[in-house]
């Protein structure tokens, strides 16, 4: 079976590849390598040559380094991993196994913290938790809205000595309300 871009992207090491590129980062391999020390180098390059190959990322500059060639990586312009088109043809067997390899993304992300010799839920500021929420199409698209302007200035933030590396994850879904008005009950009810 062809492995399609939303495949591609949601490979675990690649998804963290993305992330050191994410709002407009330009990285050579070794910034990016000093992220994510826990990926072999080899490993590395490898996965940076896939997303190359399929143009997720893109090669914007190259320095002469020593006699060799320093390439510097970024997201496209565009910015745009997946289509609006590859989203909305993907049936809904697609849609689960994007879903589960994200899950499982956020799973190794989660033991990666646990499996530190010291962590502290209180002092690292860490959680999980599931809210639900009753709002109108306009009310939620003002939520929306509120929260990206909250954390785009911190997306653009860089590692530094005084910063510790966080990951929020969103998982946004809605339930649609029957046919005949605004219900909670369930069809077989």
């Known amino acids: ?8 992207i949601l490979h675990p090491v690649r ?4 992330q050191t590129l994410a709002s407009g980062r330009r990285k050579t391999v070794q910034q990016i390598a000093e992220q994510l020390t ?6 590395l390059y490898r996965h940076l040559k896939k997303l190359l190959e399929a143009k ?10 020593r ?3 320093e390439k ?6 565009n910015n745009q991993l997946l289509s609006r088109e590859e989203v909305l043809n993907a049936g ?25 010799p010291k962590y502290d839920f209180e002092k690292d500021m860490v959680s999980f938790r599931m809210a639900t929420l009753y709002a109108s199409d306009e009310e939620y698209s003002e939520f ?4 990206v302007e909250l954390i785009t200035p911190l997306l653009q933030n860089e590692p530094a000595t005084n910063r510790k590396k966080r990951t929020i994850t969103n998982i946004l879904t809605t339930q649609n309300n029957s046919a005949e008005g605004n219900t909670n009950e369930r069809p077989d009810d």
């Open 56 to 65: 997720v990322i893109e090669v914007v500059d190259e320095n002469q380094v």
């Open 67 to 69: 006699g060799t060639v």
């Open 1 to 8: 079976m062809k492995e399609t871009k939303a495949d591609l």
């Open 144 to 147: 929306i809205k509120k929260y």
């Open 15 to 18: 998804m963290k590849i993305l």
């Open 38 to 43: 826990e990926v072999p180098q080899a490993t």
């Open 72 to 77: 510097v990586y970024a997201l496209p312009q």
């Open 92 to 116: 809904p067997d697609e849609h689960l196994n994007y879903f589960i390899r994200f899950l499982g993304s956020v799973l190794m992300n989660f033991e990666e913290y646990i499996r530190q």
